[in-house]
């Protein structure tokens, strides 16, 4: 079945892309959630209009995602947190304390953005920023004790 985005999904498409799905995914999860519409006549009309006037706006997100990159791609943010005599964390490193991190620094970053390797250890790790659809940054995380 042939459907339209309404919103970004992970593993699927961005807004506005026309993808192919089972009809029981469709059906039983986009189309109740809101996700996605029929891939009609019309509504494909009207999503290429839609993408004709936000082709501005779309440009502007991205060149204001190349610019915050430029400053984070030599970024190292130190991270400190709990941890045991063996150098083992309480817990994990997760995207949110990332997020946090960034926003102390003066990055406002939505946590869903960040990508981070499961961090159990203390030591330097990477994480990466999607800026944008075509835009992501490695910043580098420096986990110490508390």
Known sequence: MKIILKENLKNLGTQGDIVTVKDGYANNYLFPRGLAMMATASNIKMVEENNRQGALKREKLKTDALSISEKLKDLKLTISTKAGSNNKIFGSITPLQ??????????????????????????SYDAIINLHREVSVKVGLEVVAE
């Open 98 to 123: 990332v997020s946090q991190a960034l926003k102390n620094i003066g990055f406002e970053v939505d946590r869903r953005k960040i990508e981070v390797d499961d961090i159990k250890l203390l030591g």
